[in-house]
T-cell receptor, first 113, second 116 residues
Framework: QKEVEQDPGPLSVPEGAIVSLNCTYS??????FMWYRQYSRKGPELLMY????GNKEDGRFTAQVDKSSKYISLFIRDSQPSDSATYLC?????????????FGSGTRLSIRP | EPEVTQTPSHQVTQMGQEVILRCVPI?????FYWYRQILGQKVEFLVS????????KSEIFDDQFSVERPDGSNFTLKIRSTKLEDSAMYFC??????????????FGPGTRLTVL
């Protein structure tokens, strides 16, 4: 079983729709959960960061973590064409301060005007 | 807003040559990382670096790779003898003190390495 699994898509939705992106993971040691956005041939850009279970909201973005199910989600409300990108879920254990990040394979999202 | 910078943006080299990829992390950050992304694949961890020594390295990071923080601002990745399969985007990342509220890594724009 892969440590982090993410549906690669592509996912295409009309402008204004609510987008739901998801990842599952197998390592119960993961404590920190992140969503990065990556445009083609660019570096990952941090969108959301959560520690442990629960919800976190930032503008049109909501990150959700369910540690009991080992499942994380990112919701995008009122999606815009500029949201078109690849979204990477990422997580780390935080056991040491230098903990590495494990990434999902990324979901390619396209918002149709 | 402070950001991680990387140079060059694109490096082309011949197989067997040495390359050095350069990164300037965010100035008050203490933890430094290299990741790579082969085209169409996921971002993979290579190495983490703290207090002038390697904290952790992946199995990809073999004897051909080395890292250095030569002058307190730059962080470099050296590949001694490049192979075709080293062709990838290489991302540098840095992180603050590692307290719970700030345990996030910020990534640079990447260096695209092409080995011919």
């Amino acid at each position: 079983q892969k440590e982090v699994e993410q549906d690669p898509g592509p996912l295409s939705v009309p402008e204004g729709a609510i987008v739901s992106l998801n990842c599952t993971y197998s390592n119960s040691a993961f404590q920190y959960f992140m969503w990065y956005r990556q445009y083609s041939r660019k570096g990952p850009e941090l969108l959301m960061y959560t520690y442990s279970s629960g919800n976190k909201e930032d503008g049109r973005f909501t990150a959700q973590v369910d540690k009991s199910s080992k499942y994380i989600s990112l919701f995008i409300r009122d999606s815009q064409p500029s949201d078109s990108a690849t979204y990477l879920c990422a997580m780390s254990s935080g056991y040491s301060s230098a903990s590495k990040i494990i990434f999902g394979s990324g979901t390619r999202l396209s918002i149709r005007p | 807003e402070p950001e991680v910078t990387q140079t060059p943006s694109h490096q082309v080299t011949q197989m067997g040559q040495e390359v050095i990829l350069r990164c300037v992390p965010i100035s008050n950050h203490l933890y430094f990382y290299w990741y790579r992304q082969i085209l169409g694949q996921k971002v993979e961890f290579l190495v983490s670096f703290y207090n002038n020594e390697i904290s952790e390295k992946s199995e990809i990071f073999d004897d051909q790779f080395s890292v250095e923080r030569p002058d307190g601002s730059n962080f470099t990745l050296k590949i001694r003898s490049t192979k075709l399969e080293d062709s990838a985007m290489y991302f540098c990342a840095s992180k603050d003190s590692g307290t719970r509220s700030t345990d996030t890594q910020y990534f640079g724009p990447g260096t695209r390495l092409t080995v011919l």
